[in-house]
């Protein structure tokens, strides 16, 4: 008989840390060999350190039988981009079989980032071995961002995920009617509290400073890198705004160090003690080890385990310029940008989200706007919650051309909708509003 091996995926130490927490919770039945595969996605793996090499993993290496690279498997070729052609992928399995000394072992998966390479890759090259995916992060409450192979996406028997908005329930491969079920919390927090004593020393780290979290966003092109330096700049203007002199600053780990250079100037011109953390650490070990007095972010999914987890202050900030920016539509960082927008508190001169109560509606708009065709069950759902609250308060989450396409409350009115969908009708749409506009103007001055 067979035996059966589950080869986890995992690319992040928090999906690690969140692995082992559903692991010690008995999410998973018997298996007789775990594999912790290892993706290392940086845009250059060759200078970055893989989760098996980060501060802390050791203490969740107990919990594998095995741990190998995936990157390695598939040198020279970068994880994100490598894909066979589907008539190798019967080879690549043979080759990864005997590579990992799998043998004619029943496989399981459990995939993060199933929509994509290489967490796809992996699934399509081990063709029938059944799939659990788990979320580390907020993208599971958004919907699943790209079309997937339903030979794919009908061998996922669950979602686990951190319970990170409580009340909210993951759109992620709902299409599939794949049920979620949730890492319980207080394992994941026993499994952080582990690793954050295994943490070498955070020289110079002062406990009850504001932390600010730097998230690379000029790498997933939603800012230019000169606009993401001024929206660090930004952050700690704010929390010195708000009285804090001491301040720890912890970019993202494939950053570059300019961004930590600009706001030691910034610092320096406020009078302001700066820390920039330059060890690889989870913000988990800091929210433990310094206790921080204030978390300031963009849409961190560190800022909403500092909130609901840690129970610690927090602040949002670049939220709503970024609900604007975020191109395309669909884009899968729009749910975790309009959580962040709508349940946290700005850290300055921002105006406010939606009321609590109106969450899941306003996700489930979101989502449906986002992928009309992949959830095209929940237009109703979208319309009701539309029709009655579209305005000042929810406006910013939606474009006002894309419920126009999709012939929503909130799109162009009712009573210009017999106008033809054309560039020239358009545009004379757009001078009559000018027109009139330049009139009022002209009214209002005499």
């Known amino acids: 008989m067979s035996r059966t091996t589950r080869i986890f ?36 793996p060759e200078t970055t350190p893989a989760v098996d090499g980060m501060p802390g993993f050791e203490q969740l290496r107990e919990h594998f039988d095995d741990v190998v690279s995936f990157n390695e498997a598939i040198s020279p070729f970068h994880p994100g981009a490598w894909q066979p052609r589907p008539d190798d992928l019967p080879l690549f399995e043979r080759y990864l079989r005997l590579r990992w000394g799998l043998g004619e072992d029943r496989v399981a998966l459990v995939l993060e980032s199933i929509q994509v390479s290489p967490a796809l890759t992996v699934a399509q090259i081990f063709t029938g071995a059944p799939i659990d995916v788990y979320a580390d992060g907020l993208m599971s409450y958004g919907p699943t961002r790209n079309k997937l192979d339903p030979l794919v996406g009908t061998r996922v028997r669950r979602l686990l995920h951190l319970d990170l908005v409580p009340g909210l329930e993951p759109l992620l491969l709902t299409e599939f009617g794949v049920p979620a079920q949730v890492v319980p919390t207080q394992a994941f927090l026993k499994v952080l509290s582990r690793l954050t004593g295994t943490v070498p020393e955070l020289p110079g780290v002062p406990s009850g400073a504001a932390l600010l979290l730097g998230q690379y966003l000029s790498a997933l092109k939603i800012l230019s890198p000169e606009e993401e330096e001024d929206l660090h700049v930004r952050m700690l203007r704010g929390a010195v705004a708000r009285g804090h002199r001491t ?24 009078g302001v003690a700066l820390t920039v953390l330059d060890t690889p650490v989870l913000a988990e070990v800091l929210f433990e080890r310094a206790a921080p007095a204030l978390v300031v972010g963009c849409f961190s999914t560190a800022l909403f385990t500092a909130a609901t987890f840690y129970g610690l202050p927090v602040a949002r900030i670049g939220t709503e310029r970024l609900l604007d920016r975020l191109t395309p539509y669909q884009n899968s960082n729009r749910v975790p940008v309009t959580l962040a927008d709508a349940l946290l ?35 109703p759902a979208a319309e ?17 051309r894309r419920l126009t396409s999709l012939g929503l409350p909130g799109g162009i009115p009712q009573r210009l909708s017999f106008l033809p969908d054309n560039a020239a009708a358009r545009r004379m749409v757009r001078r009559a509003r000018a027109l009139r506009k330049a009139v009022r103007r002209q009214a209002n001055q005499r």
């Open 9 to 44: 995926c995992v690319s992040t130490l928090y999906g690690a840390a969140t692995l082992a927490a559903a692991i010690e919770s008995d999410c998973f039945g018997p298996a007789d060999r775990r594999i912790l595969l290892v993706f290392n996605n940086a845009l250059t």
């Open 247 to 270: 301040v720890v600053f912890k970019p993202h780990p494939t950053a570059p160090a300019s961004y930590g250079r600009a706001l030691e100037t910034e610092a320096g011109r406020l």
């Open 345 to 379: 508190p700005p850290l300055a001169g921002e105006p406010g989200g939606p009321a609590g109560e109106l969450l899941t509606g306003l996700v489930t708009a979101v989502g449906f706007t986002m992928q009309p065709q992949i959830q095209a069950g929940l237009r």
């Open 384 to 400: 009701r919650f539309l029709a009655a609250h579209y305005g000042p308060d929810v406006q910013r989450y939606f474009k006002r």
